[in-house]
């Protein structure tokens, strides 16, 4: 064997070496990172949007019948709307969960709405409110099992 094929050798070995050490590792931690920072941006989605959601059904109870207190209804619609803005904000990811997060909210915004137009016109409350409510839930409970699956 001559020496030009020895130091062909021992330069493909050291480069293999140095890929299996060093090359290897570091593209494992690059393509594992993302995944990861989409699922912790999904689950911080879904969380905002559970909280508008629990937001909106923990505080309803108090203008289900009248008379209503105006003052306490803006406060309310101003506290809800502001929890449908975080998620919002922070449903920005391009993925199924925080896709279906976003129209779940697009669905709060518009029962609070028709809820707001109700109250402040003193026109019964819409009929269909409790099954609205109910697919809002559903789409949030879809949406949280896609980010576990990480979708």
Same mark, same amino acid.
């Given at each position: 064997?001559?020496?030009?094929? $020895?130091?062909? =050798?021992?330069?493909?070995?050291? $480069?293999?070496?140095?890929? =299996?050490?060093?090359? $290897?590792? =570091?593209?494992?931690?690059?393509?594992?990172?993302?995944?990861?920072?989409?699922?912790?941006?999904?689950?911080?989605?879904?969380?905002?949007?559970q909280r508008a959601s629990e937001t909106w059904g923990s505080g309803l109870h108090r203008f289900t019948n009248p008379p209503y207190d105006l003052a306490d209804w803006g406060r309310f619609r101003g506290d809800v709307e502001a929890k449908i803005a975080e998620a919002d904000a922070a449903c920005r990811e391009s993925s199924q969960s925080s896709d279906m997060a976003r129209d779940a909210m697009r669905d709060l915004r518009t029962l609070v709405a028709n809820l707001d137009n109700s109250i402040t016109s003193g026109t019964p409350p819409p009929d269909d409110a409790v099954q609205r409510q109910e697919a809002i839930d559903t789409k949030l409970d879809t949406a949280a099992a896609l980010a576990r699956g990480g979708k």
């Open positions: 064997m001559d020496a030009n094929r $020895l130091i062909k =050798w021992v330069i493909i070995i050291a $480069l293999v070496i140095f890929a =299996w050490k060093y090359a $290897l590792p =570091w593209a494992k931690k690059q393509f594992d990172r993302h995944p990861a920072t989409a699922a912790a941006a999904d689950n911080s989605c879904i969380a905002a949007a």
